[in-house]
């Protein structure tokens, strides 16, 4: 019983000991994502892996899709991803948390975890729009607060 106790003990004083999450802003989240691939894990078991291209595609696979035409951009204290074309787009807007390696999206919404995911330096996956052109356009220049600086995809 006293082992039991002790084990129950140990267990309990692990949250205390890990390191506690950073909510990142808009800045922290560009430079943690630009140029890297993020990889993870929805909360519903579907697994992601997007290449944040510096120009603002969104290349690799979103869960469900290959992405063919999706875009990103950070607000001052998110991360947006824009999919589809303009006549049936969606948006998809994320807080992020990090704490170690271990990066917690939640959804600007309603603030549930939506993912858990690791940054990969560079493009290690070969994510790529295999040559077909898609424009990361309008839609996010006008979106609510002022975006980061970068060129848009225009290819």
Same mark, same amino acid.
């Given at each position: 019983m006293r082992r039991f106790a002790l084990a129950l003990l140990a267990v309990l004083a692990l949250p205390a000991l890990a390191p506690a999450a950073e909510?990142? +802003?808009g800045e922290a989240i560009e430079r943690a994502f630009r140029g890297n691939t993020v990889s993870g894990r929805y909360t519903n078991g579907g697994f992601f892996t997007e290449y944040h291209d510096p120009n603002g595609q969104a290349l690799g696979h979103n869960g469900w899709q290959?992405?063919? =035409?999706a875009c990103w951009i950070t607000k001052p204290d998110r991360i947006c991803y824009y999919y #589809? &074309? &303009? +006549?049936d787009r969606t948006v998809h807007c994320f807080s992020v948390e990090v704490s170690g390696d271990l990066y917690v999206l939640r959804n600007s919404g309603n603030g549930m975890v939506n993912a858990l995911a690791k940054v990969e330096l560079g493009n290690p996956r070969n994510h790529t729009d295999n040559g077909t052109p898609w424009y990361? =356009? #309008?839609l996010i220049s006008r979106a /609510? #607060? /002022?975006p980061m600086s970068r060129k848009l995809a225009q290819r």
């Open positions: 909510r990142l +802003s290959a992405n063919t =035409d #589809g &074309p &303009p +006549s990361c =356009d #309008g /609510p #607060g /002022p």
